[in-house]
């Protein structure tokens, strides 16, 4: 496998369905801007999409590939495995959420308890989340056919399925001046037909290594049983970001717009998260997991280094400019419409704290996978639920005095504890070791995100006056300076060897 090719084929469809999904977040912004509809629409939406990110964005590879890819050898062994966490899935899902779904009320006001002061507001966002909520059940599924191709090194396939859901909700809001109040409605019911198109989409592909066949009774073998331990766990430990940011939604219910200001925010920094962890660890867990196997310990070793450096050569930049140009950024993906001067400045501010946690984010997956390849998913569990309980504390400690900025800086936090500690129990089990390759690589990286930084500076304050909120081309301008400091960056980065050209052919 060649870590950089595999991650980059991963990596363009998640680019294209994150850029589709600022398309689809600049016309939410037009349309809904930061108020009641929005709140109400992006509660409904953080739920299923939540589950969306934990299942689908390595949570579920974490648990299923090691098991899975350990069974390869033989055929009908695999499948049996695969087929009986199939139908376990359908059963626990369907149940799920038919109780979710008589129970809505009680469950949404534990997800937004700050929306029980309007009543408006809050029976709107019980009827958006029962549209919404059958979602979880296909993307599920689909998630799960995803960690099959990813097994089998099919990466493309698994990564190009969410463009879905934007093209849907991107058609929608095509009608946004017709449907005005009704469109709220209309996206949720399109939340959940993109679910059943992407389960169907992925059907297709996997069927040439998988054949459902639905039961409604068989044996739950140790296997399994070991399959669903480990599951908990990792869903909590690799998808401890998203329930950090879940957290957050929660306690900004009590503030007015906060909802859809983090919610801007966090679509902002998404795009290089999905990337420089996401696709990282996606990529490099089933490889991992079979060098594990055979106890290849320098293939271990190079390939964890590898996989640490790309993380950072693609984080430590983007935080660097995202702290540099927050408010220019927001304005000129969202600054349009029903999204005034007030919300652009909110976010932006949110922006700025969540960007300081960004490099540690990626870094939770990354480590995170390095611990699951081992089938270890206890470590980062108990490090995740410490990570979660120091959020919440910061969170509701300081909220009244801070607002709802206090949730992306007790997110950042939280998630750099949770990163050091993931890399000192790495340490302490022996389990990862820097190479000098690393450290040589890891300084020229700090020095060209820094240089990239200063000419990044540069060219936003040059812009400044065509990056304003009143500004009719400020999007055209932002694209702009972004490419030229990507374009600067990748040009210091050959020219001082902090990346080389030769690591795109190299196997691992």
């Given at each position: ?67 899975y ?19 376990l899935?359908?059963?626990g ?6 109780v ?14 700050g ?10 966002a019980?009827?958006?989340t ?19 191709l ?47 198109l ?5 059907y297709?592909?996997?069927k ?122 927001i ?43 081992r ?26 005095e ?36 690393f450290?040589d ?37 932002l ?25 795109i052919?190299?196997?691992?």
């Amino acid at each position: 496998m060649n870590l950089i090719k595999s991650t980059g084929t991963f990596s363009f469809f998640t680019i294209i369905s994150r850029l589709l999904g600022y398309i689809r977040d600049i016309f939410i912004a037009i349309f809904l801007g930061a108020g009641p509809l929005a709140d109400s629409f992006f509660v409904a939406f953080r739920i299923p999409n939540t589950f969306r990110r934990l299942f689908s964005e390595g949570t579920f590879n974490a648990a299923f590939v090691p098991s899975y890819s350990s069974l390869l050898d033989n055929k009908k062994i695999s499948q049996k495995f695969a087929n009986n966490i199939f139908n376990l899935l359908i059963i626990g899902l369907f149940f799920l959420v038919l109780v979710i779904e008589i129970m809505m009320p009680l469950f949404v006001f534990l997800i937004a308890p700050g929306f029980e002061g309007d009543s408006q507001k809050m029976e709107l966002a019980i009827t958006l989340t029962r549209i919404t909520f059958p979602f979880l059940i296909f993307i599920s599924l689909a998630s799960f056919f995803s960690a099959i191709l990813n097994t089998h090194n099919k990466f493309a396939i698994a990564s190009a399925a969410p463009i879905i859901l934007n093209i849907l909700l991107i058609g929608v809001l095509l009608f946004g001046k017709i449907l005005n109040d009704e469109l709220v409605y209309y996206l949720s019911y399109a939340v959940t037909a993109s679910g059943v198109l992407q389960f169907v989409f992925l059907y297709f592909f996997v069927k040439k290594y998988f054949s459902p066949n639905i039961q409604l009774s068989f044996k739950i073998d140790s296997k399994i049983k070991t399959f669903f331990k480990k599951l908990i766990p990792s869903i909590f430990s690799s998808g401890v970001t998203q329930i950090n940011i879940l957290i957050g939604t929660i306690i900004a219910s009590f503030q007015a717009s906060a909802v859809s200001y983090l919610y801007y925010a966090d679509r902002v920094y998404q795009i290089n998260l999905a990337i420089a962890g996401i696709a990282i660890g996606t990529v490099v867990l089933p490889q991992l997991s079979k060098h594990v196997k055979s106890h290849k310990k320098k293939k271990i070793n190079l390939i964890q280094n590898k996989a640490l450096e790309l993380s950072l050569f693609l984080s430590i930049p983007a935080t660097t400019a995202l702290l540099i140009a927050s408010e220019e950024i927001i304005s000129a993906l969202f600054g349009y419409g029903s999204f005034d001067v007030l919300s652009v400045k909110n976010s932006a501010k949110a922006l700025f704290y969540f960007s300081i946690g960004l490099p540690a984010f990626s870094l939770i997956k990354i480590f995170s996978a390095f611990f699951f390849a081992r089938h270890n998913t206890k470590i980062p569990f108990y490090i995740s639920l410490i990570s979660v309980l120091l959020n919440v504390l910061i969170s509701i400690i300081f909220f009244k005095e801070i607002g709802f900025l206090i949730i992306p800086i007790a997110t950042t936090i939280s998630s750099w504890f949770n990163a050091i500690l993931l890399f000192i129990f790495l340490k302490i089990k022996n389990l990862f070791s820097f190479n000098l390759f690393f450290i040589d690589r890891f300084i020229k990286i700090l020095l060209a995100s820094l240089l990239m930084g200063i000419f990044f500076n540069y060219v936003i304050h040059f812009f400044n006056d065509k990056l304003i909120y009143q500004a009719s081309f400020k999007a055209i301008y932002l694209v702009g300076t972004v490419i030229s400091g990507l374009i600067f960056y990748l040009m210091i980065a050959i020219l001082i060897k902090a990346f080389k050209r030769r690591d795109i052919n190299l196997k691992y």
